[in-house]
């Protein structure tokens, strides 16, 4: 089976980047006609979401693996599928793209490749003035890495965030550093979330005490599995100091808005056992009390 095939699943409306992608484009395409690049579309889900939802576009594709690239020809909705190799990327073969795209989507695609920052200002080129990239990465500071890692474990998987074929990691600091330097501007966020045990395989929490469990619950981001941005091109007249900031606090915001709802994915019968659950409520209490 090709490993494209790994990934394909239908496109969900919500805590799935796909979807929020799919929103976006349809909110801001304004029943216009838009002009779409997906890179990594693999076996065309999210292609074929774009055409379920009745949006006016023109879609084009980016794919490395060969069996995708066929697969996702055959359903006729894209324009054109180059197969294509990012790690060894030469935008002047695609002088056709310049300035042709209103939007480019990078679904969970740059974490696969070497050199992630060099890619997307390449691929800004490729942008309409008023263009958008729209970006979701996984999140290496999940719940179920970093219980993981205290115990020695770092183990990859088929999928997810230890997909095996993964070879850049991101926390959402690291990833607003990554997009400032990128210089790109966050327009639109929306995070996915996942359970404690994420997608590893193992449960780790049984062989940590109480104080390192409660520790990894409070952070609401143990719980965020992807991040998800949709992104202008920085204005060069801002300073990078200003908008990492800007950025940041866009994040952080959010976040902080929606920590009670983000804290039902911290599933206390998982994570603590039952004499401690009554010790971590009273702590989360204190922490929603902070927050609200």
Known sequence: MSRSFVYKNKVAQENDPRGYAVKWIKEGSLDKSVNILD?????????????????????????????????????????????????????????NFVGYFDYIFFGDVLEHILYPEQIVKKFKSFLKKEGKI??????????????????????????GILDETHIKFFTYKTFVKFLTDAGLKIEKFKPTFFGPLGTQKN??????????????????????IQYVVECSVEDESKTKNDNY?????????YISKNIEMIMLYADKRIIFTKKERKRFYQKIQKLLNFFS
Do not use: R
């Open 39 to 95: 890179i990594g579309c693999a076996c065309g889900d999210f292609g074929m979401a774009v055409l379920e939802n009745e949006i006016k576009a023109e879609i084009w594709g980016l794919e490395y693996d060969i069996d995708s690239v066929n697969y996702s020809k055959s359903l006729d909705i894209y324009k054109d599928i180059y197969q294509t190799d990012l790690n060894n990327f030469l935008e002047e073969k695609y002088k």
């Open 134 to 159: 729209i970006i979701s990465i996984p999140n290496i500071s999940h719940a179920s890495i970093k219980a993981n890692i205290l115990l020695n474990n770092f183990d990859y998987t088929e999928a």
């Open 203 to 224: 449960d780790p929490y049984q062989q940590l005490p109480f104080a390192i469990k409660t520790f990894i619950s409070q952070d609401p981001h143990s719980f965020v």
């Open 245 to 253: 900031s800007n950025n940041l606090f866009l994040i952080e915001n």
